[in-house]
Nanobody
Framework: VQLVESGGGLVQPGGSLRLSCAAS????????MRWYRQAPGKARELVAS????????NYADSVQGRFSISRDNAKKTVYLQMNSLKPEDTAVYYC?????????WGQGTQVTVSS
């Protein structure tokens, strides 16, 4: 199983980025997909999640209304659209695939919000 994130980078406050996570080696449509992030010196936190069916989504309070998670089961890809970025959004962002006790992680992509 591989999860490969892309789309991170340096952006100014107020800017936007779209992260992508391409999955292989698993039945993607069967997995709940999540984005986590970890800032230096802080614990990893759940940012957004999307269920396998119906596209039910949930967001951390800190990103509600600014971030949007979506998935394309045909492309085996999950996305995180991040708008109105703030310096406190700076972190390594990780993609996670979960199906009961099966749990897989990507290697992470750095997002830095700075002027």
């Amino acid at each position: 199983v591989q999860l490969v994130e892309s789309g991170g980078g340096l952006v100014q406050p107020g800017g936007s980025l779209r992260l992508s996570c391409a999955a292989s080696g698993l039945t993607f449509s069967a997995y709940d997909m999540r984005w986590y992030r970890q800032a230096p010196g802080k614990a990893r936190e759940l940012v957004a999640s999307i269920k396998i069916a119906g596209g039910v989504t949930n967001y951390a309070d800190s990103v509600q209304g600014r971030f949007s998670i979506s998935r394309d089961n045909a492309k085996k890809t999950v996305y995180l659209q991040m708008n109105s970025l703030k310096p406190e959004d700076t972190a390594v962002y990780y993609c996670n695939a979960n199906f009961y006790t099966r749990d897989y992680w990507g290697q992470g992509t750095q997002v830095t919000v700075s002027s």
